[in-house]
């Protein structure tokens, strides 16, 4: 299997235009049925972002080392994936409406239960629709690709990534204005969420027929729910800030770092489990990578494949977002900000975004597999969670400095101005 020598591309050179086109996605929905302040704390990543990438690598995986190849392995292998990732999506859906409705809850001391219906019914059925069509495209590019002799960690994976975000914002915000207009039909919210409730079962016995996938369907919640978890304070700081003036075009920028991050991490992570998957069995290290805690030089500056991986990712960081930047400016030149301050403190901030991911997909892909624990399904959620944290809170940080550093300088030019003569 050659998934060690490729899981490295370049995993923004796919997404470009569709991460620009997710950033204008909130600023549109703004005054509409998306001004419900809990929407914009729905991850889209986990609704169906997420799921999509598992399934493009578990079918990947699985392509690799030819379990796809005979025709009727190929319909169970595909089935039960597809049926996996509806049953993970429905959940995760509904809890994903809660967690944001509990966070609204708390900042704000009420809870309306019309948000409730609304909220769930456009979140349940965005993950379901959302997970299918992605889940669909993965499977027609794994096999495209096996056909084609292509490792197909080399597109599924950019794909899955780049156009996730955009069609499960799209979806959300269309079923959310439908749900919306249609608020005084008392039964259309509630039915929905009861309807598509009531499919989890079949989705479970197609799964049943896959004894590894049953097995992630038992014991793979948490590393979901906690990445859903962690998302969602993520939509927390975007929602405090994204109406303040100075955090004007955050919406813009929020899919664009978040995305970058999560991708590269996500293809570390997924180089890191093949070459455990190759070179060692589940719960035994290779001797070099014995220590759980490495040294950070250690794990970007030796020789060894993984670190050299992790290096030629962290080069792609700065050239990456400054060509978004270029594009941003382009097209919405007029409402972001562009100074030399700004650009500067978001560089750094993608890159120490990237470094801090990158180090912790080597360490937690060392605790997983010593814990006999596949590294894709275990830390992949968890990390890009932690990434779409760590985006928006950078972010923000970012446009405060540069907002007070603006101010700071025109207070300076008003002193001298109304100076003596």
């Not at 086109?21 to 914009?40: A, C, F, N, T, Y």
């Not at 400054?322 to 941003?328: A, D, N, R, T």
Request: proline content about 5%; overall charge neutral.
């Amino acid at each position: 299997m050659d998934g060690t020598e490729t899981r490295q591309r370049r995993a923004e050179e796919l997404g470009l235009r569709y991460a620009l086109s997710i950033g204008k996605l909130p600023r549109v929905s703004e005054d509409g049925p998306l001004s419900v302040p809990e929407s914009q704390r729905v991850s889209p990543k986990l609704l169906g972002t997420e799921l999509s990438r598992e399934t493009a690598l578990s079918i990947g995986l699985q392509a690799n080392t030819g379990q796809i190849d005979d025709p009727r392995e190929q319909h169970r292998v595909i089935s039960s994936n597809l049926a996996l990732v509806q049953v993970q999506a429905t959940v995760v859906g509904f809890l994903a409406a809660m967690a944001a409705l509990l966070l609204g809850a708390l900042s704000r001391g009420e809870l309306d239960f019309e948000k409730v219906e609304l909220l769930c019914a456009s979140s349940v059925i965005t993950a379901f629709l959302a997970a299918f069509a992605l889940g669909m495209l993965m499977v027609c590019i794994v096999i495209g690709a096996r056909k084609l002799g292509v490792n197909p960690d080399n597109i599924a994976t950019p794909i899955a990534a780049s156009l996730g975000d955009l069609i499960t914002l799209s979806i959300l915000a269309f079923f959310s204005s439908f749900f919306y207009k249609h608020k005084d039909s008392r039964y259309l919210t509630p039915l929905v969420c009861i309807g598509l409730m009531a499919l989890t079962p079949v989705w479970v016995l197609i799964a049943k027929k896959n004894p590894p996938i049953m097995k992630i369907l038992k014991f793979g919640w948490f590393p979901i729910i906690l990445a859903m978890m962690i998302s969602s304070f993520g939509g927390l700081i975007l929602n405090k800030t994204i109406s303040k003036e100075q955090y004007k075009g955050m919406a813009i920028f929020t899919p664009i770092i978040c995305g970058v991050g999560g991708n590269l991490v996500a293809i570390q992570t997924s180089r890191i489990s093949t070459y455990l998957h190759m070179w060692s069995t589940p719960g035994v290290l290779p001797l070099w990578m014995k220590k759980f805690w490495p040294n950070p030089c250690s794990a970007f500056c030796t020789s060894e494949i993984n670190s050299m991986s992790a290096r030629v990712l962290l080069f792609l960081v700065i050239p990456g977002h400054l060509i978004f930047l270029y594009v941003i400016y382009l097209v919405e030149g007029h409402s972001v900000p562009n100074s030399k301050t700004f650009v500067v403190f978001y560089l750094l901030a993608g890159l120490i975004q990237v470094t801090i991911l990158l180090y912790l997909a080597e360490v937690m892909a060392r605790l997983t597999w010593h814990q006999a624990l596949d590294p894709d399904n275990h830390c992949i959620p968890y990390l890009t969670g932690l990434g779409d944290l760590l985006g928006t809170g950078l972010l923000a940080l970012c446009f405060l400095i540069s907002w007070l550093l603006s101010e700071a300088e025109l207070d300076g030019i008003l002193e001298l101005a109304s100076g003596p003569p």
